[in-house]
């Protein structure tokens, strides 16, 4: 149940969009170009890190919403689950191993951070695009898991985060908030 009094049961991160477009419009339209813009990570694959991130952090919210999205763009269902059980026999190509292992301990102990483990992104072929997208994915995730836990908000059920997905892939990040919706951002 959200926190908030002025929160429906069914709250969710438009809600807060849409009380504050001035603050949040602009965090919309840079959620739509990281995971939708240029980048050696494909959208699917930057979905799917968003949710396996959103699991290190345990945001039931984020990971089930950002799960269905990355399964209704291609990612094998169920491979999230899988990932965050054990990322080392996890069914993913190995070059994707470092990077979900540098989301990961970035999310979860940011301050250890080491130049190893930005290397062994380098030794599996990433470049440093590939690097910052991994990074500012992550950041994205961690300030999203504080929204929706902050707030309080209820994770979806599978079957409409299904719903949700289908609609993140047709209205992109921005025109999916009613509030921020702009013919400019279709």
């Given at each position: 149940?959200?926190?908030?009094?002025?929160?429906?049961?069914?709250?969710?991160?438009?809600?807060?969009?849409?009380?504050?477009?001035?603050?949040?419009?602009?965090?919309?339209?840079?959620?739509?170009?990281?995971?939708?813009?240029?980048?050696?990570?494909?959208?699917?694959?930057?979905?799917?890190?968003?949710?396996?991130?959103?699991?290190?952090?345990?945001?039931?919210?984020?990971?089930?919403?950002?799960?269905?999205?990355?399964?209704?763009?291609?990612?094998?269902?169920?491979?999230?689950?899988?990932?965050?059980a054990d990322l080392d026999t996890a069914?993913?190509?190995?070059?994707?191993?470092?990077?979900?292992?540098?989301?990961?301990?970035?999310?979860?102990?940011?301050?250890?951070?080491?130049?190893?483990?930005?290397?062994?992104?380098?030794?599996?072929?990433?470049?440093?695009?590939?690097?910052?997208?991994?990074?500012?994915?992550?950041?994205?995730?961690?300030?999203?898991?504080?929204?929706?836990?902050?707030?309080?908000?209820?994770?979806?059920?599978?079957?409409?985060?299904?719903?949700?997905?289908?609609?993140?892939?047709?209205?992109?990040?921005?025109?999916?908030?009613?509030?921020?919706?702009?013919?400019?951002?279709?």
């Amino acid at each position: 149940m959200p926190f908030f009094k002025s929160h429906p049961p069914d709250a969710n991160p438009s809600n807060v969009f849409g009380t504050y477009p001035d603050v949040y419009g602009h965090w919309a339209e840079m959620g739509q170009k990281l995971i939708n813009g240029p980048s050696p990570l494909s959208p699917a694959e930057r979905e799917m890190l968003q949710a396996y991130v959103a699991g290190v952090a345990d945001c039931q919210f984020a990971l089930i919403a950002h799960a269905e999205v990355a399964y209704a763009m291609g990612v094998e269902e169920g491979l999230i689950d899988k990932l965050l059980a054990d990322l080392d026999t996890a069914p993913i190509e190995d070059r994707f191993k470092p990077l979900l292992t540098f989301a990961g301990k970035l999310m979860v102990t940011p301050s250890n951070m080491t130049q190893e483990d930005a290397d062994a992104v380098f030794d599996e072929g990433w470049d440093e695009k590939g690097l910052h997208d991994v990074i500012a994915i992550t950041a994205r995730m961690s300030f999203m898991a504080r929204i929706n836990e902050g707030h309080g908000f209820t994770p979806y059920s599978r079957e409409h985060a299904k719903e949700r997905a289908q609609d993140r892939l047709n209205k992109g990040y921005v025109n999916m908030y009613d509030a921020l919706a702009d013919e400019d951002n279709e």
